[in-house]
């Protein structure tokens, strides 16, 4: 058991990141015998399984982020950090945050992932992946362009070359983005140019894995595709991008004239490994202990994106929202224990399942025995949605704004922002710089 505070001196628990699992954390020790500190480097809890409808212009980033500092206001054990923490002096038991040290006697990591571009780092600024809101407000920026340059350029060759999306990555995340492209393009533009046809885009979904949707059964996977199909997304399976640039992508052999490429095929952990130098996996989590702490140090925890925690059939735990979110829980009330001097019993995941959205009508869900794909699926998906939406104003009111612009096409997010005039040609001028995704926050969707 971790050494407490002296008596007296109640207990400092930092937590870093105030994402799904960083925020489940914070809201379990509201009433906790300790004084909190949240660290995170934006202001805000991000749902960012939502983050792709941002970058389709189907919801405004004021509907899927929270600002922190609201959602613990009523947390009176609770401070809140705008900092970037950069490294964790364990010696001294003190988080390096910008110019300040914050002690701690528990330390919570919830730090979230960052895009994985498999030794192709230079790839980035051509195929930017979606882990924040300056991503998806950046992919929305550029799939709109594409557009607005199409309808004044004369030469054929380079229209279809602005014509053309390619999505790479078969997940959650490129199943939703492909299927979203191709609505907004066959359904939300359809009256809004008079040069060319936005139903003439060519989607393209790429995935060197033999399917897509790999975590589902395959006959989801299936299920998936022939809906992507029937939205006229064109999907390629065993195919590895080999080369990537500013005009488009290679397949094998194949090139493929392309201005807008989006990244969706994998993610690294963030960069908290560094500053505990500890052991991790090829994907940079942090193995844990089965309380989730860090070997050799009781009073440190991993969790989220950034633990490598295995079920029971020896496999890893995906980084999805459930996962993080119980993992948060169960520390606060570990810590809860440990200063009131009980023990508790390792961690254990409850899985209720996985679920993928395609289009605005179709969706495959996974829960236990259950396999289902269509309408119903697709209701499942937004009820669990709108679930996870806690700490987001009131529930009713973002169901409500939520549907109207989701089913309508109406919202007035089609905005361009960012770049105007002459900057136009310049897309990659506006690319957001490469990092780590906000602390936290979580890759793929809800559940």
Same mark, same amino acid.
């Given at each position: 058991?971790?050494p407490?505070?002296?008596?007296?001196?109640?207990?400092?628990?930092?937590?870093?990141?105030?994402?799904?699992?960083?925020?489940?954390?914070?809201?379990?020790?509201?009433? *906790?015998?300790?004084?909190?500190?949240?660290?995170?480097? =934006? #202001?805000?809890?991000?749902?960012?399984?939502?983050?792709?409808?941002?970058?389709?212009?189907?919801?405004?980033p004021?509907?899927?982020a929270?600002?922190?500092?609201?959602?613990?206001a009523?947390?009176?054990?609770?401070? $809140?950090? %705008?900092a970037?923490?950069?490294?964790?002096?364990?010696?001294r038991?003190?988080?390096i945050?910008?110019?300040?040290?914050?002690?701690?006697?528990?330390?919570?990591?919830a730090?979230?992932a960052?895009?994985?571009?498999?030794?192709?780092?230079?790839?980035?600024?051509?195929?930017?992946?979606?882990?924040?809101?300056?991503?998806?407000?950046?992919?929305?920026?550029?799939? !709109?362009?594409?557009?607005?340059?199409?309808? @004044?350029?004369?030469?054929p060759?380079?229209?279809r070359a602005?014509? #053309?999306?390619v999505?790479?990555?078969?997940?959650p995340t490129?199943?939703?983005m492909?299927?979203?492209?191709?609505?907004?393009?066959?359904?939300?533009l359809? @009256?809004?140019?008079?040069?060319?046809d936005?139903?003439?885009?060519?989607?393209?979904?790429?995935?060197?894995?033999?399917?897509?949707?790999?975590?589902?059964d395959?006959?989801? @996977?299936e299920?998936?595709?022939?809906s992507?199909?029937?939205?006229? $997304?064109?999907?390629?399976?065993?195919?590895p991008?080999t080369?990537c640039?500013?005009?488009g992508?290679?397949?094998?052999a194949?090139?493929?004239?392309?201005?807008?490429?989006?990244w969706?095929?994998?993610?690294?952990a963030s960069a908290?490994?560094?500053?505990?130098?500890a052991?991790?996996?090829?994907a940079?989590?942090?193995? $844990?202990?089965?309380d989730?702490?860090?070997?050799? =140090?009781?009073?440190i925890? $991993?969790?989220?994106d950034?633990?490598?925690?295995k079920?029971s059939?020896?496999?890893?735990?995906p980084?999805?929202?459930?996962?993080?979110?119980?993992?948060?829980?169960?520390?606060?009330? !570990? %810590?809860?224990?440990?200063?009131?001097?009980?023990?508790?019993?390792?961690?254990?995941?409850?899985?209720?399942?996985?679920?993928a &959205?395609?289009g605005?009508?179709?969706?495959v869900?996974?829960?236990?025995?259950?396999?289902?794909?269509?309408?119903?699926?697709?209701?499942?998906?937004?009820? *669990?949605?709108?679930?996870? %939406?806690?700490?987001?104003? #009131?529930?009713?009111?973002?169901?409500?704004n939520?549907a109207?612009n989701?089913? &309508?096409?109406q919202?007035?997010t089609?905005?361009?922002?960012?770049? &105007?005039?002459?900057?136009m040609?310049?897309l990659?001028?506006?690319?957001?710089?490469l990092?780590?995704?906000?602390?936290?926050?979580?890759?793929?969707?809800p @559940?």
């Open positions: 058991m971790a407490l505070a002296p008596s007296g001196v109640r207990p400092k628990i930092v937590i870093v990141g105030a994402g799904f699992g960083g925020l489940s954390a914070a809201k379990a020790l509201a009433k *906790a015998p300790a004084d909190v500190t949240v660290i995170d480097q =934006h #202001n805000y809890h991000l749902f960012q399984p939502l983050l792709y409808q941002v970058a389709t212009a189907g919801l405004s004021a509907d899927i929270s600002p922190i500092r609201s959602v613990l009523r947390q009176a054990n609770t401070t $809140v950090l %705008l970037e923490v950069s490294g964790i002096d364990i010696e038991k003190q988080a945050a910008e110019d300040r040290r914050i002690d701690y006697d528990f330390l919570i990591l730090t979230g960052r895009h994985a571009y498999f030794g192709h780092d230079d790839w980035a600024r051509h195929a930017p992946g979606l882990k924040r809101i300056d991503d998806a407000t950046y992919i929305r920026r550029r799939i !709109l362009l594409a557009f607005e340059k199409a309808e @004044s350029e004369a030469d060759a380079r229209r602005l014509l #053309n999306f999505v790479v990555g078969g997940g490129g199943v939703e492909a299927g979203a492209i191709a609505e907004l393009a066959r359904k939300a359809k @009256s809004d140019f008079r040069t060319i936005p139903a003439s885009a060519r989607i393209l979904l790429v995935e060197a894995a033999p399917r897509r949707l790999t975590p589902f395959p006959r989801l @996977s299920a998936a595709r022939q992507l199909e029937r939205l006229g $997304v064109e999907v390629r399976l065993g195919a991008v080369d640039d500013e005009c992508v290679a397949i094998g194949e090139r493929i004239e392309a201005e807008t490429i989006i969706g095929a994998g993610v690294m908290a490994d560094l500053w505990l130098r052991k991790t996996d090829a940079g989590r942090v193995e $844990v202990q089965a989730l702490s860090l070997p050799g =140090h009781p009073e925890f $991993v969790i989220g950034t633990a490598l925690v079920s059939d020896g496999k890893p735990l980084g999805i929202a459930p996962v993080a979110k119980q993992q948060g829980a169960y520390v606060a009330r !570990l %810590l809860i224990d440990r200063i009131s001097g009980r023990a508790r019993a390792p961690f254990h995941y409850r899985d209720f399942g996985i679920l &959205t395609i605005r009508k179709h969706a869900v996974e829960i236990g025995p259950i396999r289902l794909s269509g309408y119903f699926a697709w209701l499942l998906w937004c009820f *669990a949605h709108i679930y996870f %939406l806690i700490g987001f104003r #009131n529930r009713l009111a973002v169901v409500l939520w109207w989701y089913f &309508t096409f919202q007035g089609r905005l361009i922002t960012g770049i &105007t005039g002459s900057r040609t310049q990659d001028e506006a690319m957001p710089p990092e780590a995704s906000p602390a936290g926050t979580k890759s793929d969707n @559940s």
